[in-house]
C-alpha cells in the first residue's frame, strides 16, 4: 500500500505570496492531519479533517486553512506569507479520527524570502 | 493542554552500547507513538504504545499509563539509528498529537 504522499516536497516564496500544499493519504484513510515544524517551535498541530470537516485547529492565525476532498486528499494554503511561516509542513493520516496510528508523509519544506 | 518532555534533549554514543529514551506526559492518553526523523524529515512510526511493552528488532518501548511515562529502549545501537527520536501522546478524543522536543541521537563508529 502506498504511503502518504505531498507534493511539493521543496518551495520558495516571497512575503507577502500565498502558498497552497496538497496531501494524498494512505488508501482507506480518512482522517488527516497537519503539522508545522520549525527549530524553535517544534512540531505544531494545525488541523484535522475528516470527511470534508475540519475537526480539530490548532493555535495559527487565519491566514492558515485547509479543506478535504470527497477522496480524503486535503490541501492546505497559508496566505500572506511571512518569513516566520519558513518550516516544514508534514501531513499525517489514519483510519479514523482519535483511533489507532497516525501515518507521516515526507513533509513539504516551505521556505519564505 | 497536555506537557510532553523527553530526556536527555542529546545522547551520543558509541556503536554497540544501549541507551534509554524516556517521555513524560501530565495527562491521561489514549495514543502515544514513538518517531524517528530521517535526516530528510520525515517522521518513520516506530511504536503505537499507549500502554504496555512492544519489540521491533533492536528497537522495544514500554508505557507505563498509570504513571504518565514511556521509555524507547535502543540495544547495539548502529549509525543509522542517528537522529531525533519523538514521542507524541493524543488524548481520548483529542483529534491530535501533541509532541515532546525530541531527543538528538548520535551514533559514532
Known amino acids: 500500500k502506498a504511503g502518504v504522499t505531498q507534493t511539493p516536497r521543496y518551495l520558495i516564496k516571497t512575503r507577502g505570496q500565498q502558498v497552497t500544499l496538497s496531501c494524498s493519504p494512505i488508501?482507506?484513510?480518512?482522517?488527516v492531519s497537519w503539522y508545522q515544524q520549525t527549530p524553535g517551535q517544534g512540531l505544531q498541530f494545525l488541523f484535522e479533517?475528516?470527511?470534508?470537516?475540519?475537526?480539530n485547529k490548532g493555535n495559527f492565525p487565519g491566514r492558515f486553512s485547509g479543506r478535504q476532498f470527497s477522496n480524503s486528499r486535503s490541501e492546505m494554503n497559508v496566505s500572506t506569507l511571512e518569513l516566520g511561516d519558513s518550516a516544514l509542513y508534514l501531513c499525517?493520516?489514519?483510519?479514523?479520527?482519535?483511533?489507532?496510528?497516525?501515518?507521516f508523509g515526507p513533509g513539504t519544506r516551505l521556505l519564505v524570502l | 493542554g497536555i506537557q510532553v518532555e523527553q530526556s536527555p534533549p542529546d545522547l551520543i554514543l558509541q556503536e554497540g552500547a544501549n541507551s534509554t529514551l524516556r517521555c513524560n506526559f501530565s495527562?491521561?492518553?489514549?495514543?502515544l507513538q514513538w518517531f524517528h526523523q530521517n535526516p530528510w524529515g520525515q517522521l518513520i512510526n516506530l511504536f503505537y504504545?499507549?500502554?504496555g511493552t512492544k519489540q521491533n528488532g533492536r528497537l522495544s518501548a514500554t508505557t507505563v499509563a498509570t504513571e504518565r511515562y514511556s521509555l524507547l529502549y535502543i540495544s547495539s545501537s548502529q549509525t543509522t539509528d542517528s537522529g531525533v527520536y519523538f514521542c507524541?501522546?493524543?488524548?481520548?478524543?483529542?483529534?491530535?498529537?501533541?509532541f515532546g522536543g525530541g531527543t538528538r541521537v548520535l551514533v559514532k563508529p
Open positions: 499525517a493520516s489514519r483510519l479514523l479520527p482519535s483511533q489507532g496510528t497516525q501515518y
Open positions: 495527562d491521561s492518553v489514549n495514543n
Open positions: 504504545i499507549p500502554s
Open positions: 479533517y475528516f470527511s470534508e470537516t475540519q475537526r
Open positions: 488508501s482507506g484513510h480518512r482522517s
Open positions: 507524541a501522546v493524543e488524548r481520548a478524543a483529542g483529534n491530535k498529537l501533541t
